[in-house]
C-alpha cells in the first residue's frame, strides 16, 4: 500500500476535513502513517494549515520547507499544502515553495481523490477555488477512538474584524440534516460512544438556506432519539444565536452534554463594536446567566483576545472583570494578531506594541487559572459520569483520562484499559486543568 502522513494544524474543523482526507485517500489505496521519520516514511506528505495566527502560518511554511529538502533527494515523492493558507494564498504556494505538487483549499475538500490522482499522475495542480464543490458521498474514515465530530455547518457570514475564516471558509452553510443523521448512525455503529457536533457557528445550523425548517435544537433531538448510549457535544456557539428552545433541549435530552463554548473575545463593549461582534458586555452576561440558571452543572467556556487594536488599559480590564464575574470554567485566550485581507490589519496605528499585548496575554491567563481552579474546586466530593478516553502509563501508574458530561477532564489510577466505558468516578482533588477521580466499584 502507498503510504500518507497527514499533519494538522489548527482548529477541530481541520481536524474534521483532515478525517474526510484520510477517508478519500483509503479509497486510493493509501494507509496512514503516525510518524514521520525521514523521506522514506511516506509516498505522499500532507499539511492541513491553519491561517487564524501568524504563528501557525510560518510553521505550515516551515515544515514544508524540510519536506521540499526530502524531495531533492527522493522526487517521487508528492507533497500537498492544503486547508486555510493554501485556500487564501492560492498559485501564489507555488512561487515560495516550487516542490510543492498540490495546492488545495478548503472550497475542494471534496474532489480531493481526482486531484491526487493528477498529481501521482505528474501534474502540479491548484485548486482554491472561490465555490464550494459539492460533497460527493465519501466515507469518512475516522481516527479509533471514542469521540468522533460530524460538520454540521461551514464557513461564516459574520466578518468579525479580525477573523480571516468568512475570507478562507467561504459563506455559511449548513449540510443536509438526512446527511449528518446517516453519518451519525454509522458513527455510533462503528462503536464511538461521543458525537461532536461542529461549526463555526454551529448553532446557527439551518438559518440560511435550503434547510430552513431545520435548527440545532431540532437536529439535537433527532440524534438524542438514536438508540444506545452515548453523548452529544455541539461548539462553536456564537452568542446571539443561543435560543432558548436549544437552552431546553439540552436539559430534556439526556444524551446532550450541559456545557457551551461561547465566545466573547471582550469585556469591553466598544472593542466588541469594533471587532463587529453582534452584543455588547451586557448582553452577553445575560446570556451565560440564563444558561447557569436553567442547565444544572453547565460548564460554559469563551475565547478571549488581549490587545486587540486600539484596547486601552481600562478595556482590558473589562476583560479580566467580565471573566471573573461569569465565573467562566475556561477560556482559549491569544494576543491579538494581524491577518491579512481583514479589516482590523489595516488599522496600524492602533497596533499596541508586542511587550504590551504580551502582558497582557499574561494577566488574562492568570485569570483563566484562577477561573478554571475555582470551577474545578466544586467538584470535590462529588460522585460524576466519566467516559474514559485514554489509558496510559505515568511515572510506574496507570492512568485513565475521560470526561465528564460537563467536559471536566478526570484522572483516575487504576489497573486495567476501559477505553470507551462509561464509569461512575468520586472526584477527590482538583488541579487547574484537571480533577483526580477515584473509581466507585
Ligand atoms: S464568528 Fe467571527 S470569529 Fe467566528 S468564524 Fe465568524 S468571523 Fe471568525
Same mark, same amino acid.
Given at each position: 500500500m502507498k503510504k500518507v502522513y497527514i499533519e494538522t494544524l489548527g482548529c477541530q474543523m481541520n481536524k474534521s476535513d483532515t478525517e474526510k482526507m484520510l477517508g478519500m485517500l483509503d479509497y486510493l489505496g493509501y494507509e496512514e502513517v503516525k510518524e514521520l521519520k525521514n523521506k522514506d516514511s511516506a509516498d505522499l506528505l500532507i499539511i492541513n494549515t491553519c491561517s487564524i495566527r501568524q504563528l501557525s502560518e510560518d510553521k505550515a511554511f516551515s515544515r514544508t520547507g524540510l519536506w521540499g529538502k526530502w524531495k531533492k533527494n527522493r522526487p517521487n515523492l508528492k507533497i500537498a499544502f492544503c486547508g486555510c493558507v493554501a485556500q487564501q494564498t492560492g498559485e501564489a504556494v507555488f512561487k515560495r515553495m516550487p516542490y510543492i505538487d498540490l495546492v488545495m483549499g478548503t472550497h475542494n475538500i471534496n474532489e480531493f481523490p481526482d486531484l491526487v490522482k493528477r498529481i501521482e499522475a505528474g501534474e502540479k495542480v491548484c485548486a482554491a477555488g472561490e465555490t464550494l464543490v459539492d460533497e460527493k458521498g465519501f466515507e469518512i474514515k475516522r481516527a479509533k477512538g471514542v469521540n468522533a465530530w460530524i460538520t454540521i455547518t461551514e464557513g461564516c457570514d459574520n466578518f468579525c474584524t479580525y477573523c480571516v475564516v468568512p475570507y478562507t471558509r467561504g459563506r455559511e452553510r449548513s449540510r443536509a440534516p438526512e446527511v449528518i443523521i446517516k453519518e451519525a448512525k454509522d458513527i455510533l455503529a462503528q462503536g464511538f460512544k461521543e458525537i461532536t457536533l461542529l461549526g463555526?457557528?454551529? %448553532?446557527?445550523?439551518?438559518?440560511?438556506?435550503?434547510?430552513? %425548517?431545520?435548527?440545532l435544537a431540532r437536529l439535537l433531538r433527532e440524534l438524542n432519539a438514536l438508540e444506545g448510549k452515548f453523548r452529544i457535544r455541539f461548539t462553536t456557539s456564537y452568542p446571539t444565536d443561543i435560543t432558548d428552545e436549544l437552552i431546553d433541549t439540552v436539559v430534556k435530552s439526556g444524551k446532550i452534554c450541559e456545557c457551551f463554548h461561547i465566545p466573547m473575545q471582550s469585556g469591553s463593549s466598544d472593542i466588541l463594536k469594533k471587532m463587529n461582534r453582534r452584543y455588547d458586555k451586557e448582553t452577553y452576561s445575560k446570556i451565560v446567566k440564563k444558561i447557569r440558571e436553567r442547565v444544572k452543572d453547565v460548564t460554559i467556556t469563551s475565547d478571549f483576545i488581549a490587545g486587540f487594536p486600539g484596547e486601552s488599559e481600562k478595556q482590558f480590564q473589562e476583560t479580566l472583570d467580565v471573566m471573573k464575574k461569569l465565573e467562566l470554567d475556561y477560556s482559549n485566550t491569544a494576543a491579538y494578531s494581524p491577518r491579512e485581507i481583514t479589516i482590523a490589519a489595516k488599522w496600524e496605528e492602533l497596533f499596541l506594541p508586542e511587550d504590551i499585548k504580551s502582558e497582557r496575554l499574561v494577566r488574562l491567563n492568570d485569570q483563566n487559572k484562577e477561573n478554571c481552579i475555582n470551577s474545578n474546586k466544586k467538584y470535590i466530593g462529588r460522585e460524576l459520569e466519566v467516559l474514559v478516553e485514554t489509558f496510559k502509563n505515568h511515572k510506574g501508574k496507570n492512568i485513565l483520562t475521560g470526561r465528564t458530561r460537563n467536559n471536566k477532564i478526570v484522572h483516575i489510577p487504576h489497573h486495567e484499559n476501559i477505553v470507551g466505558e462509561f464509569v461512575n468516578v468520586k472526584i477527590i482533588g482538583a488541579k487547574t486543568w484537571y480533577l483526580k477521580g477515584e473509581l466507585n466499584k
Open positions: 463555526q457557528n454551529v %448553532d446557527s445550523y439551518g438559518k440560511k438556506g435550503e434547510y430552513s %425548517d431545520w435548527n
